[in-house]
């Protein structure tokens, strides 16, 4: 089983900043990538940013720019810097990593986890 814990949430003003942090544990022989998604009250849940193993970064549009994702692979976690933060980026952020799990020595595959959400609120 693998578990993902997130912190960093909280109550910040309109142009301050967040840093997320989410750190994997369990058992899972290595992490292809790791991301964050929100979800704000009466929305469905939405992609903001992912960071392979090897590095590569993408971001949804509404991030680019403001956020910065990154990751420490000594310590299986990874990071979400927020700046400027706006009323809108208001939601429950989710942790979520796909990683590598070996059940039996022959067997190998992929499995997706998720973290259970850290609250961002941005007041106006």
């Known amino acids: 089983q693998v578990q993902l814990v997130e912190s960093g949430g909280g109550l910040v003003q309109a142009g301050g900043s967040l840093r997320l942090s989410c750190a994997a544990s369990?058992?899972?022989?290595?992490?292809?990538?790791m991301g964050w998604y929100r979800q704000a009250p009466g929305n469905q849940r939405e992609w903001v940013a992912t960071i392979t193993s090897a590095g590569n970064t993408g971001y949804t549009n509404a991030a680019k720019g403001r956020f910065a994702i990154s990751m420490d692979s000594a310590k299986n976690a990874v990071y979400l810097q927020m700046n400027n933060l706006k009323p809108e980026d208001t939601a429950v952020y989710f942790c979520h990593a796909s990683v590598v799990v070996t059940p039996a020595t022959t067997i190998k595959y992929s499995r997706d986890y998720w973290g259970q959400g850290t609250q961002v609120t941005v007041s106006s």
């Open positions: 369990g058992s899972f022989l290595n992490i292809n990538f």
